[in-house]
């Protein structure tokens, strides 16, 4: 115990997070490649509005998915059968995405052939929406049977996604969930989200969520 | 609620600069963790005992200084601390106004660490 010393060390676990993620980011615009984060709840409709997406766009752009839903080869077998690449990242009961592990999943791909690589992140509302991945843009799902009081419980997520999706409005009148009230919410915690409506059972509204996203992408790739 | 791979960021950080300074043993860590972040202290000290085994770090204590939430105002560039549990509709108390910009409260930052 004699000589104990103070070493500096001045590091934010986060800005270096963010360091990686910009880094990412740059090397996405150089492949021309778009990287979506698709963040909900567990259940709330990630891989089904990834398969309604895969369906709609695949025409145009090629796709892969980055699968990250805790410790199952499910999703990622689901969206291969579609003809779209897909690569389960091993998250071993972390609860998030980071860019680091991100990098590791985008290292299994050819990004050269592809426009659109979408990460269905873990299900949660909290801990993906402090983690850069380096994504191009970040989307969120809230489905009706979660409530519409969901914005005032997770501010972050609202705050840092660029699209919500609300979807099973299949479900609406069921509850006493109110569109109304759900998007003063939203908007006030990020007045420039856009937001759609959709069933992912139905297809309804599906058509604004490919739209916007094939809108950005074109940006993006230009 | 994430724990675990926040405390393996904080080991590898922390045995990188270990190895930088030749250090034999690191007997303590001093960090600064944003108040919006909901780990809990015990926790990742459980955690950090577990994966630092056979490690520099192996025994460390953490020692963890919580960084308060402070706004800035958009509108007014009045700066103001915010009480976490009363995050639902939080507005300038200032100008009154609710465009508000983060500007600590997330931070997993290490400060520094007690090393022989
Ligand atoms: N009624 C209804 N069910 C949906 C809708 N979208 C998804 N589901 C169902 O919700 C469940 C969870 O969906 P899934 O896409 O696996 O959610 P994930 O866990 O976020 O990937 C599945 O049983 C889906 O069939 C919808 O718009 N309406
Ligand atoms: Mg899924
Ligand atoms: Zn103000």
Same mark, same amino acid.
């Given at each position: 115990?004699?000589?104990?010393?103070?070493?500096?060390?001045?590091?934010?676990?986060?800005?270096?997070?963010?360091?990686?993620?910009?880094?990412?980011?740059?090397?996405?615009?150089?492949?021309?490649?778009?990287?979506?984060?698709?963040?909900?709840?567990?259940?709330?409709?990630?891989?089904?509005?990834?398969?309604?997406?895969?369906?709609?766009?695949?025409?145009?752009?090629?796709?892969?998915?980055?699968?990250?839903?805790?410790?199952?080869?499910?999703?990622?077998?689901?969206?291969?059968?579609?003809?779209?690449?897909?690569?389960?990242?091993?998250?071993?009961?972390?609860?998030?995405?980071?860019?680091?592990?991100?990098?590791?999943?985008?290292?299994?791909?050819?990004?050269?052939?592809?426009?659109?690589?979408?990460?269905?992140?873990?299900?949660?509302?909290?801990?993906?929406?402090?983690?850069?991945?380096?994504?191009?843009?970040?989307?969120?799902?809230?489905?009706?049977?979660?409530?519409?009081?969901?914005?005032?419980?997770?501010?972050?997520?609202?705050?840092?996604?660029?699209?919500?999706?609300?979807?099973?409005?299949?479900?609406?009148?069921?509850?006493?969930?109110?569109?109304?009230?759900?998007?003063?919410?939203?908007?006030?915690?990020?007045?420039?989200?856009?937001?759609?409506?959709?069933?992912?059972?139905?297809?309804?509204?599906?058509?604004?969520?490919?739209?916007?996203?094939?809108?950005?992408?074109?940006?993006?790739?230009? | 609620?994430?724990?675990?791979?926040?405390?393996?960021?904080? %080991?590898?950080?922390?045995?990188?600069?270990?190895?930088?300074?030749?250090?034999?043993? +690191?007997?303590?860590?001093? !960090? #600064?963790? @944003?108040? %919006?972040?909901?780990?809990?202290?015990?926790?990742?000290?459980?955690?950090?005992?577990? +994966?630092?085994?056979?490690? !520099? #770090?192996? @025994?460390?204590?953490?020692?963890?200084?919580?960084?308060?939430?402070?706004?800035?105002?958009?509108?007014?560039?009045?700066?103001?601390? #915010?009480?976490?549990?009363?995050?639902?509709?939080?507005?300038?108390?200032?100008?009154?106004?609710?465009?508000?910009?983060?500007?600590?409260?997330?931070?997993?930052?290490?400060?520094?660490?007690?090393?022989?």
């Amino acid at each position: 115990m004699s000589d104990v010393r103070l070493i500096e060390i001045k590091e934010d676990i986060l800005s270096d997070n963010a360091g990686l993620a910009e880094e990412l980011r740059r090397r996405l615009r150089e492949k021309k490649t778009f990287l979506l984060n698709l963040m909900s709840s567990p259940g709330s409709g990630k891989t089904s509005l990834i398969l309604r997406t895969i369906e709609k766009l695949r025409d145009e752009f090629s796709i892969g998915v980055l699968e990250a839903d805790i410790d199952s080869m499910v999703d990622a077998e689901k969206v291969a059968s579609r003809g779209v690449q897909a690569v389960q990242l091993k998250t071993g009961g972390f609860c998030h995405l980071d860019a680091a592990m991100v990098r590791t999943g985008l290292d299994a791909f050819d990004l050269d052939g592809l426009d659109l690589v979408i990460i269905e992140n873990v299900g949660n509302l909290v801990c993906p929406a402090e983690f850069d991945t380096g994504s191009t843009k970040n989307a969120m799902i809230l489905s009706v049977p979660e409530g519409d009081d969901k914005p005032l419980k997770y501010p972050l997520m609202f705050s840092v996604c660029h699209a919500l999706v609300v979807n099973k409005v299949d479900y609406l009148g069921l509850s006493d969930f109110s569109m109304e009230l759900l998007r003063e919410r939203v908007k006030k915690l990020n007045p420039d989200i856009s937001l759609f409506e959709a069933s992912c059972k139905t297809g309804q509204g599906i058509d604004g969520w490919t739209d916007w996203l094939a809108g950005e992408m074109r940006k993006h790739l230009k | 609620m994430h724990e675990l791979p926040v405390t393996q960021s904080i %080991l590898d950080v922390v045995l990188r600069h270990a190895e930088r300074h030749q250090v034999k043993k +690191i007997h303590a860590i001093n !960090l #600064a963790i @944003g108040a %919006l972040s909901d780990l809990q202290d015990e926790w990742i000290q459980s955690y950090f005992d577990y +994966i630092g085994k056979g490690t !520099l #770090a192996e @025994g460390a204590k953490l020692k963890i200084e919580r960084v308060p939430v402070v706004f800035r105002c958009r509108a007014c560039a009045g700066e103001f601390e #915010a009480d976490v549990r009363e995050m639902r509709d939080i507005t300038c108390p200032t100008c009154g106004k609710g465009d508000l910009e983060l500007v600590s409260g997330r931070e997993y930052y290490i400060k520094s660490m007690e090393a022989e």
